[in-house]
């Protein structure tokens, strides 16, 4: 079984997220997102529970999806969920750049056996992020266009 994670804080799920995962799904049989547990010492971070449950709510219909909290490396995850994948989503050169150490890294530290998958981000999604939304609800706009609908 191909089994692939996606991994973050999710502080929230995004379309920009729910773009990668939909993207990804075609490529496991499985693919477990892993919610960054309450252990984070991010101010204002909503509790891991509640991300959980809204992204579960979302692909309530996927049975390839599996939500699960995650504490620690995502190398240590991938190996708990028996997964040789990390999938992450690129926006820009700075991701990329990123994200391309991180891959370096876990494959030295696990001796090759978790593989990085870059997925890069719609053109109309790029600049969507989970901080770029805290910022405009705090100023009380209107969110929903940037958060996926269930």
Do not use: C, W
Not at 81 to 94: D, L, P, Y
Not at 121 to 142: I, T
């Amino acid at each position: 079984m191909r089994t692939g994670i996606f991994v973050g804080t999710f502080n929230p799920f995004t379309t920009g997220h729910d773009s990668i995962v939909r993207r990804a799904l075609p490529l496991f049989d499985r693919l477990v997102i892993g919610v960054v547990g309450d252990h984070v010492g991010k101010p204002g971070i909503t509790p891991a529970t509640e991300r959980m449950q809204d992204i579960k709510r979302l692909y309530a219909d996927e049975p390839r999806v599996e939500v699960k909290p995650y504490y620690g490396l995502a190398v240590d995850f991938a190996r708990a969920e028996n997964a040789h994948f990390i999938v992450k989503g690129v926006r820009s050169v700075k991701d990329f750049e990123y994200e391309r150490e991180q891959a370096d890294i876990n494959r030295q530290i696990t001796n090759g056996q978790v593989e990085t998958i870059l997925l890069y981000a719609e053109p109309h999604l790029s600049s969507v992020s989970s901080s770029m939304v805290r910022e405009l609800q705090h100023f009380g706009l209107d969110v929903t266009p940037f958060l996926p609908q269930t």
